[in-house]
């Protein structure tokens, strides 16, 4: 056999003309004991195909004797019939020179087939092919020992692929070498593929706490595999999974280890319900141990975290009595906790209502807020968890979490699990509420008890103290149960059986009620005691409260002289009235006399004394008014509307918010020297009287201005020195005051309010505190018209006023007018002082007491009126109405109303429109003659 440069093998056969030459001889020998002894089957075929000659182990293999295929083409002989054309394709290639290797199925003589693995190789003579030759080899074990390979390595690989558990192999380093299926959807990748790409390191990317890959190397290193190793992985989106591992190290020969190689359990379902268990065992347990509420829902918040995600959590609970939602309850990364609120149209509020747990991802919120349901409150999230907090009786509130990121953070399975919470926590919330309940209600029994101004003490049949409570055992110089035990013989010193309060408590004991009365160590008391039955009615003692009545003496005493105080405040009201009155015509017209009178006159002189004796007359009966309430002050320096700034918030308060408040000041208020603290009382006790004044709501108005006042300011009702003040007016638009009130509101005990809920002390601690502080307090109101109060203290200034001659107005500088006044006034003395003003200024006045008065003498009046000056607040016909009126007579006339409310109280509580022109009581010449000036001045250049 020779290989040629073409890759053919060819085999020359020994002819059988050859001489008798010995070499060729034992070369032919030698090459018929090879193909003869030869183990593996051979045959040599002519270019026909025929069978020339075949060995022995052909002849075993296929049951054919050499002489009984000679001559006979093999193919035909052993090719089953489908594999004939395949089988004469080999013999014709080797005929054709070519060396072939196949396999193939070859029939024996009793057609059993055989699997042989076949070589036929050209057989070449002076380069030509004369036949071939094959060699087939019996391949049939090899071939069921593959197919049985294969099977197996199928059947393990259908295992590996549809296996339910994970199945993974991995470096030491945290490489994915494969995975299963299982593995990948657990994770959830679409594919193994993706996953071993996706996976770089498994301490990072799979597992939730890097530790546990620590802890399961060392375990590998240690013992060399691991059993049931609970974990976390991180999925694909973003969720956690807990998983259960079992796995092996794989070792080369030299024992280094290559890889780690096992299988997962997605045990989730497993520990989510363990989970649950063990945060259902912590919420009942932090209802037994915790009493406040707060602490309990923050332990409940802390266990809830263990099973679903609840950085952003809140508890909203209804309160029927203000129908509102308060949240005890709230943590979130983006919104701070809301202060009570109306239940309104957020997801809570629709939990609450259809008494549905929810789980709204944002494709739900938008379908519901489309149809109205749901309005967006708070930061918007896409993955929105909610359960209504339901006890038996009714829903009481929700419990919410939320993601702001992952729209699938909660599942059904969660939903469920809330509603199972919130069951519990309401249940758990009604429980705190009731104990809470119980709680402040024994601990204002205790509060009660033992700040009753009284002994409260219990007693057994044995007559021994078994109890002792109440703020009157102080008086006694004992403690609370200080003598319980001892017995009543050994507290009252004696072991008289007839003594009162022995006798009465073993009365007592016996079922029978006492009440007796006993004078003890200095005090005297009125006790009742009352047979102690136990819930079954069973006498097991009895019960006694002691009253101390040792300062009714004292109490009545007191009484005694309030009621004297209150006869010498009416007394002393009475007098300053009537004789303000008559200090009003003797100070005021003495007043007029010292303008008129020149310097120097002799009459001058004794005008003047008139006005210190009258002005000593007012002083004398403000000290009247004022006697009881004298007391040491701390003036200091202050800007009032700096106090009504800071006591805002308390007056809204104080007042309730059916009354509106409202407060205005000059830009340039003056300050005043007064005790700060007594200022404040001032205020206060003015808006209360205010409030009062006004059961079914209305309007307060607190006002702070610049007042320059003139002589003329010390006739009543305003008894004021000269200069410059601070005025502070609270007006309300309440019920108002009639004269005879107003006489007497500043007199100590005097009170319009019903028996008890008065003391009639507030406007007069309100009048002596700024008497005290140098200043005056003015009162204007009518019935149904409300009430302005005025305080007026002086104000500090640096530089002086400018003045007339001596410090004193001169009323021939003041602006002085020609026109004609029509004046409205039913108070005839300031009716008469208005006039007196009007014609020292150069005006002409037609005086009226009454609107229907007025409107006469308008109409019967042939020249002109330029100005009606008119009160506001009128019997008949009120000011504003009679201003309208004499406009329809005349057209061209101005109008300039009085009122002894302020310009912003007059004007808000609808008295007059914004645009009136308004002078406010009481007012100086000074300041009557500006204010008409600037009125007829306007209309002059228009």
């Not at 794989?250 to 520990?271: C, F, L, P, Q, W």
């Amino acid at each position: 056999m020779r290989s040629d440069g073409h890759g053919k093998s060819k085999t020359s056969i020994p002819s059988h003309d050859d001489g008798p030459k010995r070499n060729a001889t034992v070369t032919g020998q030698s090459l018929h004991l090879l193909f003869s002894s030869n183990p593996h089957p051979m045959v040599v075929q002519d270019v026909e195909r025929r069978v020339q000659m075949c060995n022995p182990a052909f002849e075993n293999l296929f049951q054919y004797r050499q002489e009984d295929i000679r001559g006979f083409e093999l193919d035909s002989v052993l090719a089953p019939r489908e594999l004939l054309r395949e089988a004469q394709q080999i013999t014709e290639r080797a005929a054709a020179g070519e060396m072939v290797r196949a396999n193939g199925q070859r029939r024996r003589r009793d057609g059993s087939l055989v699997e042989v693995q076949i070589t036929c190789v050209p057989l070449v003579e002076n380069n030509q092919t004369v036949g071939s030759f094959a060699i087939y080899e019996d391949i049939t074990e090899r071939r069921e020992a593959q197919r049985a390979q294969r099977q197996a390595e199928e059947k393990l690989s259908q295992l590996f692929e549809n296996a339910v558990e994970g199945i993974f192999r991995a470096s030491v380093e945290g490489q994915l070498l494969s995975v299963n299926p299982a593995l990948a959807r657990m994770c959830g990748y679409a594919s193994p593929e993706e996953m071993i790409l996706s996976v770089q390191d498994m301490s990072k990317d799979l597992y939730v706490d890097p530790q546990a890959r620590v802890e399961f190397k060392q375990r590998m290193l240690e013992r060399g595999s691991v059993e049931s190793f609970e974990y976390q992985l991180r999925r694909k989106d973003g969720a956690r999974i807990w998983v259960s591992e079992n796995a092996r190290v794989v070792r080369v020969s030299n024992g280094e280890i290559v890889a780690y190689e096992g299988s997962m359990e997605d045990i989730t379902e497993r520990k989510r319900s363990e989970l649950e268990r063990q945060v259902t065992f912590e919420i009942i347990h932090a209802v037994n141990v915790t009493d406040n509420l707060d602490d309990l829902l923050y332990l409940v918040h802390q266990a809830l975290r263990k099973v679903l995600y609840a950085e952003n959590c809140f508890v909203a609970l209804y309160e029927p009595p203000s129908g509102m939602f308060h949240f005890p309850f709230f943590i979130d990364q983006f919104d701070e906790a809301p202060p009570p609120q109306q239940v309104g149209r957020s997801c809570t509020a629709y939990v609450y209502r259809t008494g549905r747990a929810m789980l709204i991802p944002q494709q739900a919120f938008d379908e519901l807020a489309e149809r109205g349901e749901v309005e967006l409150v708070g930061t918007p999230s896409p993955s929105w968890l909610g359960a209504p907090l339901r006890t038996p009786a009714a829903t009481i509130g929700v419990l919410v979490v939320q993601h702001y990121e992952n729209e699938a953070a909660y599942t059904e399975r969660d939903l469920e699990f809330l509603v199972s919470v919130g069951g519990q926590i309401a249940l758990a919330i009604e429980r705190k509420r009731a104990e809470e309940k119980i709680r402040e209600s024994e601990a204002r029994l205790r509060v009660l008890v033992e700040q009753l101004p009284a002994v409260l003490w219990t007693v057994g049949k044995d007559l021994r103290f078994t109890s002792a409570l109440g703020a009157g055992l102080a008086r006694l110089g004992l403690k609370p149960n200080q003598i319980v035990g001892v017995s009543l013989m050994d507290y009252f010193e004696t072991n008289d059986q007839t003594f009162l309060p022995i006798a009465a408590h073993r009365r007592a004991t016996k079922g029978e009620p006492v009440t007796f009365h006993v004078e003890w160590k200095g005090g005297s008391y009125t006790c009742h005691v009352e047979p102690l039955r136990t819930a079954e009615g069973e006498l097991q003692g009895a019960i006694c409260m002691a009253l101390d009545i040792t300062d009714r003496k004292q109490l009545e005493e007191q009484l005694r002289q309030a009621q004297k105080m209150e006869a010498v405040g009416r007394l002393a009201g009475g007098i300053a009235h009537d004789f303000n009155n008559l200090l009003m015509v003797i100070q005021g017209y003495a007043d007029l006399m010292t303008e008129r009178l020149a310097e120097g006159d002799p009459l001058r002189r004794n005008a003047e004394q008139i006005q210190t004796a009258s002005q000593r007359a007012t002083s004398l009966t403000r000290q009247l008014l004022a006697f009881s309430r004298k007391q040491m002050l701390a003036p200091k320096v202050l800007n009032v509307q700096s106090v009504v700034v800071e006591m805002e918030k308390i007056l809204r308060r104080l007042i309730g918010e059916d009354i509106q408040l409202e407060t205005s000041s000059a830009p340039d208020l003056g300050l005043i020297k007064a005790d700060r603290s007594q200022i404040e009382q001032v205020i206060l006790n003015l808006a209360v009287n205010a409030r009062d004044a006004m059961p079914e709501g209305g309007r307060l108005t607190i006002e702070t201005a610049n007042v320059e006042l003139d002589k003329a300011a010390a006739h009543p009702p305003a008894v004021l020195s000269p200069g410059k003040y601070v005025m502070l007016a609270v007006t309300d638009n309440g019920c108002g005051m009639d004269a005879e009130t107003q006489a007497h509101i500043f007199e100590p005990f005097f009170t319009t309010k019903e028996k008890g809920k008065g003391t009639g002390l507030g406007l007069a601690t309100v009048y002596g505190i700024v008497k005290q502080s140098g200043g005056y307090v003015w009162v204007y109101s009518e019935p149904g018209r409300g009430t302005s109060f005025k305080v007026y203290l002086p104000r500090i200034e640096d530089e002086p006023t400018a003045r007339g001659r001596d410090g004193k107005s001169d009323a021939r500088e003041l602006p002085r007018g020609s026109e004609t006044v029509l004046l409205v006034e039913d108070e005839k003395g300031v009716r008469e002082l208005a006039r007196e003003y009007l014609e020292l200024t150069g005006y002409t006045v037609i005086a009226a007491e009454d609107g229907h008065t007025a409107l006469e003498l308008a109409a019967m009046h042939v020249g002109p009126i330029q100005l009606l000056m008119t009160d506001v607040v009128m019997p008949g016909i009120s000011g504003r109405e009679l201003a309208g009126r004499v406009k329809t007579l005349r057209p061209e006339i101005k109008v300039l109303f009085m009122s002894g409310y302020t310009d912003q109280a007059v004007v808000h509580h609808g008295i007059l429109d914004t645009d009136a022109a308004l002078l406010q009581k009481p007012f100086t010449m000074a300041a009557l003659a500006a204010k008409l000036r600037e009125i007829l001045s306007t209309e002059m250049v228009q």
